[in-house]
């Protein structure tokens, strides 16, 4: 190996970042790659300890990445498998405070909530005077009466009318909550989506954290008339497998999005998940016949 004396200096222009102590003031010419510098300036070569921070340090920020990415996916993924949670307005008749009522959600193909209130609500008057709203949902059992062990998830969000360029959202929540078609007949009803600000998850001890909507939010694959055909297919042509899926009884389809699919039973929603999100039609109809194969139910 060829030696040469050390003459690179730092930035600062005077301090050498080679390991003189080890190399005796001198460089193995093969040695670490130097750091980018600008036209004219000398190279610098990074030592051994400080390639070991670097190489460290990427390592860890992958690792936080890696995290994130799974803490947002649990986030909508519980968001994803309940039906229902408390919205919390801004109280007309007391001013200033919150005001709670439970209520039915779906989200659309962004994965934004969607609700369907009646005007004469008193919900739905607070809204229409302040947009701001919270959304809490709650894990369904989590395999624990203790309510505090449980995950659940806090959108907070501005709500907005959705007008008559809502209809893909309306027929998806009227897919969810089948009865809620009847409802316009009596009262004044109307869609509204939630405009997400942030998201706020706990998902257990020492795991909460806010999520960003950007980062909560999934594009559904799917169009409205690509996803009908999937669940009408699904419906009418594999009945039995959706029984098998769910452990027998009447079964429909409502729902399907890149990470799993939505069976309604009499019982409620149930949630599938699919093992990788999938990206088109030909991912759905492999992911569906891997689950169909399955003899035990993937449920989460």
């Known amino acids: 190996m060829r030696w040469e004396a050390c003459r690179h200096l730092s930035a600062a222009g005077s301090t050498c970042l080679c390991n003189s102590a080890r190399y005796g003031g001198q460089y193995f010419a093969e040695d670490p790659p ?63 405070y ?50 505090q062990a449980r995950s659940r998830v806090t959108c907070v969000a501005n709500v907005r009318p959705i007008g008559d360029d ?8 009227f897919r969810y909550f089948p009865s809620a078609r009847q409802y316009d007949q009596t009262h004044a009803f109307a869609v509204f989506r939630l405009e997400l600000v942030r998201v706020r998850f706990i998902g257990g001890f020492g795991r909460i954290y ?14 409205e008339a690509q996803e009908s055909r999937i669940i009408q297919n699904m419906n009418n042509d594999h009945s039995n497998a959706l029984r098998q899926y769910c452990g027998g009884g009447p079964t429909e389809m409502a729902g399907i999005d890149a990470e799993g699919f939505d069976v309604l039973k009499s019982s409620g929603k149930v949630r599938l998940t699919f093992d990788t999100p999938i990206r088109n039609i030909e991912d759905a109809r492999q992911a569906l016949s891997a689950i169909a194969k399955c003899k035990t139910s993937p449920l989460t």
């Open 166 to 173: 809502g209809a893909d959202a309306r027929e998806r929540y």
């Open 34 to 96: 130097m750091i980018g510098t600008e036209a004219g300036s000398r190279p610098v070569f990074l030592d051994e300890p400080v390639r070991f921070v670097i190489a460290e340090t990427q390592v860890a920020l992958a690792f936080v990445r890696s995290m994130t990415i799974q803490e947002n996916r649990a986030a909508r993924g519980l968001f994803l498998q309940e039906s229902f949670g408390v919205l919390s307005t801004i109280s007309l008749d007391m001013p200033g």
């Open 98 to 147: 919150p005001f709670g009522s439970v209520t039915p959600y779906c989200v659309d193909n962004q994965c934004r909530p969607i609700i369907y209130i009646s005007h004469i609500a008193q919900h739905t008057r607070n809204i229409l005077a302040d947009s701001r709203v919270s959304l809490t949902v709650v894990e369904g059992s989590g395999g624990s009466n203790d309510v």
């Open 210 to 223: 806010w999520i960003e909507p950007g980062e909560f939010m999934t594009t559904n694959p799917f169009s």
